[in-house]
């Protein structure tokens, strides 16, 4: 079992930043992926970013590549999602999940997640 908590989010103006961590426990991750989702109001759930736990290779959704930046702390077994250049667009809750099973077509794809964190949210203001 693979538990996941973010922490993090809040409330920031137009073109601050904000980090989001992701404490995973309950097994270890070295051949999984971890990755960020949000979802707006009224909106369905949109892949973020996702990082390969094994090699730090990272994918980017084309809406935050630029100004987002995925990385992990082994030792810590914790994900960070660091925002910088946020927009109100970028309001919506996060949440982190875990891919045991993946390939590399599926990464940005919900239903390789098969581990979800509770969300946090985050709203910039305008």
């Known amino acids: 079992q693979v538990q996941l908590v973010e922490s993090g989010g809040g409330l920031v103006q137009v073109g601050g930043s904000l980090r989001l961590s992701c404490a995973a426990s309950?097994?270890?991750?070295?051949?999984?992926?971890l990755g960020w989702f949000r979802q707006a109001p009224g909106k369905e759930r949109e892949f973020v970013a996702a990082i390969i736990w094994s090699d730090s290779s990272t994918v980017y959704a084309d809406s935050v590549k630029g100004r987002f930046t995925i990385s992990r702390d082994n030792a810590k077994n914790t994900m960070y999602l660091q925002m910088d250049s946020l927009k109100p667009k970028d309001t919506a809750v996060y949440y982190c999940?875990?891919?045991?099973?993946?390939?590399?077509?599926?990464?940005?794809?919900?239903?390789?997640?098969?581990?979800w964190g509770q969300g946090t949210q985050v709203t910039v203001s305008s």
């Open positions: 999940a875990a891919a045991t099973s993946w390939y590399s077509g599926s990464l940005k794809r919900e239903y390789a997640y098969n581990y």
């Open positions: 309950g097994r270890t991750f070295s051949n999984h992926v």
